[in-house]
């Protein structure tokens, strides 16, 4: 009984199905959902590319920074599976990992929010802890009842929101000041394909677009590289006491930062002023100052 129920999990079409299902299998053979299916590139790709442009910083800073933006991509991942297959298991892994990604998001980035309490700051291991406990017991219950993982990730996703929106507010960072209305803007268009996908799938059947899931993807992946990008300019703020590195937020491909165009972040070394002796052709000194790399 046990085993047939787990082995039901990963047949094809045991998960929930979306709008595009409709059309399933019409493109590829093999795959379920293809739209779908490839509108997880950007979510899979994007937190590798900041991961790539801040290789220095983690190496010599803080390379803890690379778990919660690991794990976006991971969930890019599963959720290429999920739409391919439309199993159950790639149902619950692909929304398990949203909710990990915010678990492990806070538990990374703590020590330079203004919102956590000072006072808790000597207790910084246990409140972690306390927080994947909480996770860890959520996820549980979540694969005995599929059905919690929507109110999970509800629960999840309103402090969040207020958080970005405090962070970004208080950071005193001019290049990301206007990124929590990006992000919330991008999130909340998101949000509003993925409800209308799934309660109004007939309506955009009679359209011919069953589509609002994979812009959906496209939306939320560029909202999630957009967190990760902000938070890690206020990492690197925090802490420019302790490295030698300065960071600002470039735009491609328009520079002026329209919302679809991608912000990424340009890192530096500091340099700092230094006496350079000239000696001319008579044997004569001058002094000139100079920029070098610390």
């Known amino acids: 009984m046990y085993s047939s129920s787990i082995s039901r999990w990963f047949e094809y079409e ?38 790539m442009l801040l290789r220095r910083y983690l190496h010599d800073v803080n390379g803890g920074l690379v778990f919660p933006q690991l794990l976006l991509t991971f ?44 006072r808790f700051s000597k207790r910084l291991t246990v409140v972690r802890w306390v927080v994947l406990i909480v996770t860890a017991v959520v996820s549980a219950l979540c694969f005995l009842e599929p059905n919690l993982n929507a109110i999970a990730l509800m629960l999840f996703s309103i402090p969040a929101a207020v958080v970005i929106r405090y962070e970004g507010k208080q950071s005193g960072i001019p290049d990301i000041e206007n990124f929590p209305s990006r992000i919330l803007a991008l999130w909340g268009v998101a949000f509003s394909f993925w409800f209308a ?15 609002l899931h994979a812009a959906f993807h496209l939306l939320a992946g560029l909202a999630g590289y957009t967190i990760f990008i902000m938070f890690s300019m206020i990492d690197i703020e925090s802490r420019s006491k302790t490295h030698r590195y300065t960071a600002a937020v470039r735009y491609f491909p328009d520079k002026n930062g329209s919302i679809f165009s991608f912000p990424y972040i340009s890192l530096k070394e500091r340099s700092h002023k230094v006496d350079v002796p000239i000696f001319d052709s008579n044997g004569n000194t001058k002094t000139v100052t100079d920029d070098i790399p610390t």
């Open 75 to 118: 969930n890019g991942l599963a959720s290429t599976y999920y739409h391919a297959t439309l199993n159950l298991f790639g149902q619950l892994v692909d929304e398990l990992s949203l909710v990990w990604i915010i678990t492990v998001f806070l538990v990374v980035y703590i020590p330079v929010m203004k919102w956590f309490p000072e």
């Open 14 to 51: 045991s998960g929930h199905a979306w709008c595009e299902s409709a059309y399933k299998y019409q493109t590829l053979p093999y795959v379920a959902e293809f739209a779908n299916t490839c509108t997880n590139l950007p979510i899979i790709v994007l937190p590798l590319v900041n991961i």
């Open 197 to 211: 996908d799934r309660l109004l799938c007939d309506f955009w059947l009679y359209l011919g677009t069953p589509y």
